[in-house]
């Protein structure tokens, strides 16, 4: 892991923005790369003048994007392929598909940026996304703006507990501990907006589902 590690810095040292692209796109699919290992560092050096701040931030938005839209393809495919092949997804009925397929359509936009906001989640949001067929158009815009807010939040963090500890850059377990123990409010608060966010959407499908003459009863009283 170490010499892994090792090698990303010197992707990020000797290739710049391209790197954090290529880096951030690995992280986007199944691959270990951890974003806290990708971003703080790049935006660390911005700080000292080897990048600019918001080139770093740009640059992880378009490699997140890459590797979503990469595993989107991907797994959609996948899931056509073995339609074809066996006829629908082995030990998954057709009506189980439809339903998984609906729900995926009309709650995936907000639930795929939420799951851009939270570790290990983000690495994995786009295989259901793509198996069970989410709208693109709806799956970039949730991707774009989640990873956007991920990398600037990341980006900010860089700056913040790397720059009076450099010597962070040597530890990369204690460099993901501290971005983790820092992002710790904002992970919960995210998870907060997507509880408040399910309660909402469910208090707003039971009055839509209400029965026309129960909800004109409660209007009158």
């Keep these: ?125 786009s295989i259901p996304a793509g198996i069970f067929k989410m709208n693109f158009a709806r799956f970039s815009v949730a991707t774009l703006l989640g990873s956007a807010l991920w990398c600037y939040v990341l980006a900010l963090f860089g700056e913040k507990i790397i720059g009076p500890h450099p010597e962070l850059m040597n530890s990369p377990e204690e460099m993901i501990a501290a971005v983790r123990t820092e992002a710790r409010g904002f992970l919960f608060a995210i998870v907060g907006f997507f509880i408040l966010y399910v309660f909402v959407e469910f208090l707003r499908r039971r009055i839509l589902t209400r029965p026309a003459k129960e909800t004109v009863g409660s209007v009158v009283k």
């Design 1 to 125: 892991m170490h010499a892994l590690i090792a090698l990303w810095f010197s992707w990020l040292k000797s290739w710049g923005y391209a790197g954090v692209m290529v880096l951030m796109a690995l992280e986007s699919t199944v691959l270990p790369v951890p974003s806290e290992l990708v971003i703080p560092p790049a935006a660390f050096w911005a700080a000292q003048g080897k990048f600019n701040f918001w080139g770093v931030v740009l640059s992880a938005i378009v490699g997140s994007y890459i590797g979503s839209a990469i595993s989107y393809g991907v797994m959609r495919w996948a899931q056509a392929f073995v339609a074809r092949k066996f006829g629908g997804v082995p030990l998954v009925g057709a009506e189980k598909m439809k339903s998984l397929e609906a729900w995926v359509e009309r709650f995936g936009a907000p639930g795929v940026f939420f799951a851009r906001l939270l570790p290990v989640v983000r690495h994995l949001i």
